[in-house]
């Protein structure tokens, strides 16, 4: 059987599914190496999953010991190298981040020992690169043999500049707990999507926009809250209710915004919440999910509970699942920076669409149900990995 090494910085709790899923394969058989510690306040998965059996959830993982320098900016993996020298496997995956630093001399380590080295990694999506860029396609990329990207748009700049074959650089999207949501989808009708509204803003016939994640200030929350007031004063009603569900460091100002536009009785903020029953149903019953900023994978989120997704229009800066947005069909995009374009965006899909119906609902689960999800990642990594081609 293949052997494939995946190494990370740590194991966020979201990475699980995929992580599973890969552990199931009966292809390959995939390790993980990673450390504990983050530089950032983020949930990780809990280390005891490494001592249960693969057959009940289990993974193959091997601790690493992180050290972060200049701020938390670099990284160095203590036991890696080791690691690469002497493990039994025939490829390796690392993220594809040149501030790890000891990545830089795993994979070298790697390519003379004969295996083939990828990394699983955003890339670069800019249409106009920087020396950081330059430095990432020319330098660092160099070493791996081929890549696995989240979206089309790295791919397309690899291309551009001719960083390797078309054929070493594989799609392979992003993707949450895909098998969760499946078990927490209903068929919905108006009268339950009515009764959403009502539970929260006792009001039936105005419909409600979502926004689920960590509340800070790349998000832009406030222009939702702002775009709520435009459409108010120009059309002298409210045309939407917010719903926000997570917590961070913008929350106070923002339900300071809320009270000094008039806005309490419609503007919800839940808090952070991990069930996944309670925010399925939010994004289920909402007609509407809106990042003003970069989505990410809230746009992955909401589609895979049939909720259309509007985000902003600037590619250079944005997240790839915005990717996952087909304008007109599953959601939309608004004009980056513009207060009166996000608003009118927002106006004009409840008007043409004041309530969901089930093809809408399909028309957000396809993207999902085909690309974003760990059952095709799981393909796309035995395709690649599990082929004889040279690289």
């Keep these: 059987m293949h052997k494939t090494t995946i190494v990370y910085h740590y194991l966020a709790s979201y990475r699980q599914p995929v992580f599973t899923k890969l552990m199931q394969s009966k292809k390959i058989e995939f390790s993980l190496y990673s450390g504990t510690e983050s530089e950032i306040e983020i949930k990780k998965i809990d280390t005891d999953v490494s001592l249960k059996k693969?057959?009940?959830?289990?993974?193959?993982?091997v601790y690493l010991k992180n050290r972060w320098f200049l701020k938390n900016k670099l990284l160095w993996q203590s036991g890696l190298i080791t690691l690469m020298r002497k493990s039994d496997y025939d490829s390796v995956i690392f993220l594809g981040s040149p501030y790890h630093i000891s990545t830089w001399f795993a994979a070298v380590v790697a390519r003379l020992r004969r295996k083939r080295v990828f990394y699983w990694m955003h890339g670069v999506y800019k249409d106009k690169i920087t020396f950081i860029d330059y430095l990432k396609l020319f330098v660092f990329y160099k070493i791996a043999n081929g890549f696995f990207l989240y979206g089309r748009r790295a791919y397309n700049v690899l291309n551009k500049y001719k960083v390797k074959p078309k054929d070493n650089i594989h799609i392979i999207y992003n993707s949450l707990d895909y098998e969760k949501s499946l078990q927490f989808r209903?068929?919905?009708?108006?009268?339950?999507?009515?009764?959403?509204?009502?539970?929260?803003?006792n009001d039936k016939d105005t419909p409600v926009v979502v926004f689920i994640g960590r509340l800070n200030?790349?998000?832009?929350?406030?222009?939702?809250?702002?775009?709520?007031?435009?459409?108010?004063?120009?059309?002298?009603?409210?045309?939407?209710?917010?719903?926000?569900?997570?917590?961070g460091e913008e929350r106070q100002r923002l339900e300071k915004l809320v009270g000094q536009n008039d806005l309490r009785k419609n503007v919800?903020?839940?808090?952070?919440?991990?069930?996944?029953?309670?925010?399925?149903?939010?994004?289920?019953?909402?007609?509407?999910?809106?990042?003003?900023?970069e989505i990410g994978l809230t746009a992955i989120h909401s589609l895979a509970y049939g909720t259309p997704v509007i985000s902003h229009d600037n590619l250079n800066i944005q997240m790839p699942e915005i990717e996952a947005i087909n304008k007109g069909v599953n959601g939309d995009l608004y004009k980056y920076n513009s207060l009166e374009d996000l608003a009118n965006v927002i106006g004009n899909w409840l008007l043409e669409k004041p309530i969901k119906n089930q093809s809408l609902i399909d028309d957000c689960y396809k993207i999902i149900d085909d690309y974003y999800n760990p059952d095709y990642q799981l393909k796309i990594f035995e395709s690649v990995l599990c082929s004889d081609k040279q690289m």
């Design 54 to 61: 693969i057959d009940e959830g289990g993974l193959r993982w």
């Design 186 to 201: 209903k068929v919905i009708s108006e009268i339950d999507i009515c009764n959403y509204r009502v539970k929260y803003f």
């Design 217 to 247: 200030s790349i998000k832009r929350l406030d222009m939702i809250i702002e775009a709520q007031n435009y459409l108010k004063i120009k059309h002298n009603k409210n045309c939407f209710n917010t719903l926000i569900i997570g917590d």
């Design 268 to 293: 919800s903020f839940l808090g952070a919440i991990y069930d996944e029953e309670i925010n399925s149903q939010a994004l289920m019953y909402a007609d509407l999910c809106v990042t003003p900023g």
